[in-house]
């Protein structure tokens, strides 16, 4: 997909941006995934020799499946990817309730979005997208597809994404799996601000072969909340109202409550061999990607 020039192809993030994304590659933990194709060969090493696309030279690539005519033409190197034995398919949850409406939560989980799909179908994976809002029993969904081409079917989709509703996220993921066939990566972006249990729905991604990555974007306020004097909060999905006289104490409650939340998903994830990040939206999105996700080993650059 070529991104020179000064068109913008995507309001998810500028060229610059997605260039960089383009020489990325997920690093899953679990080698085993479909049989099919893709880069993912448990360690198998090898390949079949039938072509499948070009994806930019990342470090560490093999030199051997440089295509050096291309190089000579453009001076910039490009890798050959033929279809192997397996294939990791990555499945993409973006929580689009009213809860991530607040301080651009659900546009940094379109734009994480957007960034692990563009890496798996530049390693010719299979990537699906789900948004789950209103209707919990019919997701807005991109069915799976693979490929260079399919980048901007991608993009469109999570441009389009729109927040609203109380469909909790515990909900949202046994939806998804109504609709979900294949084994890979499962990325569920949300802020799991949730009263449910997500034991039950965790379980089922692990046990249909998935690898739960689950990325928490919370809104600055939220991790840190600047509030005193009396108050009254109401919840934006219920619409339920609690009446505050002690901001102070309240607050060293909500945090110790926060911080639990916190543990409590990032050990869910790794009981099930995968991963678990707690973020800002005020985060820069290339702290998050070139810093952050690179140095967790989440992704390779």
Known sequence: MSTGGSTQLTSLFDNAILNQIERMRLKPRRRLTNRSRGEHLSGKGGSSTDF???????????????????????????????????ELHVVLLVDASTSMLFDDKLLRARQLAAAFGIMGLLSVEKVSAYAIHQKADQPWMLPPGSG????????????????GGDIPVERAIETMLKFHRGRGIAVLLSDFLTLGDLTRPLNLLYSSG?????????SDSEINPNVQGDLRFVDSETGETLDIT????????????????QE???????????????????SSLSTILFDQLCRLGWVLR
């Open 52 to 86: 499948a696309d070009y994806r930019d030279y990342a470090s560490g690539d093999d030199l051997r499946y440089v295509d050096w005519n291309i190089f000579a033409r453009l001076h910039r190197p490009y890798i050959k990817q033929f279809q192997h034995e397996e």
């Open 210 to 218: 998935l690898e739960v990555w689950g990325v928490q974007v919370l």
């Open 246 to 261: 002690n901001a102070a104490e309240l607050l060293n409650i909500y945090q110790d409550q926060r911080l639990w939340l």
């Open 264 to 282: 409590s998903l990032d050990t869910m994830c790794r009981r099930r061999n995968g991963r678990f990040l707690s973020l800002s939206s005020a």
């Open 148 to 163: 260079r081409a399919r980048i901007r079917s991608l993009l469109t989709f999570l441009e389009k994404v729109e927040g």
